[in-house]
């Protein structure tokens, strides 16, 4: 079938909007509560849901290819068995008659901590998507034998912080080439593109925005082979595809 993403351009822009407004408004409702448990913009991070925009959008797909509504969890009913731990919560299912299809995850990050949250956000995704793969082998989701789909999107602050270049530490051995003289947002599109050169997810999508054009919805993609229209069309023929077999 036919895969119409025409629509998709104006909702991701949608999504960005989304993203800068919710930690403005999370933000100020966070500091006029006098919270000492978070700061600054830690304080709009933390509060979650400003990723949503995104969710709906991958919704808007999934609802286009055939899918309705209750094969589709968003805020309910997130937990996957794991191999590793005992389960993930995962930020988008999705199921249908039993049969896992599609998990997916929707992170972000702004500054100023780039170091930590990079080195974070990598093992997080890296042992995510070992622990799926695992569980999966291992029988967790179901004897049908269908692989789920899985995908990562990442938005990050574009700013001097996340573009200027990074040294790196080598005490003992050299780093590979591409992370010398990498900025964090260089290091971001590695990890993406790796990701899927590996076979760790299926896609991956990275958008960068800045403070001051995101909230309009502005933004860019540095990585040809890390946009969100692939994403989405990978995804959508990995469901379509599903879906003419039934």
């Known amino acids: 079938m036919a895969i119409d993403l025409s629509g998709t351009d104006a909702l991701t822009r949608k999504a960005v909007a989304h993203y800068w407004r919710t ?13 000492n448990a978070d700061r600054g913009a830690r304080a709009a991070v933390t509060g979650g849901r400003q990723m949503d925009g995104f969710c709906e959008l991958v919704r808007y797909v999934l609802l286009g290819v055939g899918l309705t509504d209750g094969d589709i969890y968003l805020d309910r009913e997130l937990e996957l068995p794991g191999y590793f731990r005992p389960t993930k919560k995962w930020d988008m299912l999705v199921v249908q008659g039993g049969v ?86 260089r290091r971001y599109e590695l990890l993406l593109r790796k990701l899927v050169l590996e076979k760790l997810y299926d896609s991956s999508a990275f958008l960068v925005a800045t403070e001051s054009g995101g909230p309009t919805g502005e933004f860019r993609e540095p990585a040809t082979d890390l946009t969100m229209k692939k994403f989405l069309g990978g995804l959508a023929g990995h469901i379509g595809g599903y879906l003419a077999g039934k």
């Open 100 to 185: 896992l299809l599609a998990a997916m995850e929707f992170k972000s990050q702004r500054g100023p901590s780039f170091g930590n949250n990079f080195n974070n956000r990598s093992e997080e995704a890296v042992g995510t998507a070992q622990d799926l793969a695992t569980a999966f082998r291992e029988g967790a989701f179901g004897k049908h034998g269908i692989r789920p789909w899985a995908g990562w999107v990442m938005l990050l602050e574009e700013c001097d912080r996340s573009t200027q270049v990074v040294g790196v530490a080598e005490p003992h051995f050299k780093v590979f080439g591409e992370f010398r003289d990498a900025s964090y947002m």
């Open 23 to 35: 930690l403005e408004l999370q933000g100020a409702r966070n500091r006029n509560a006098g919270s």
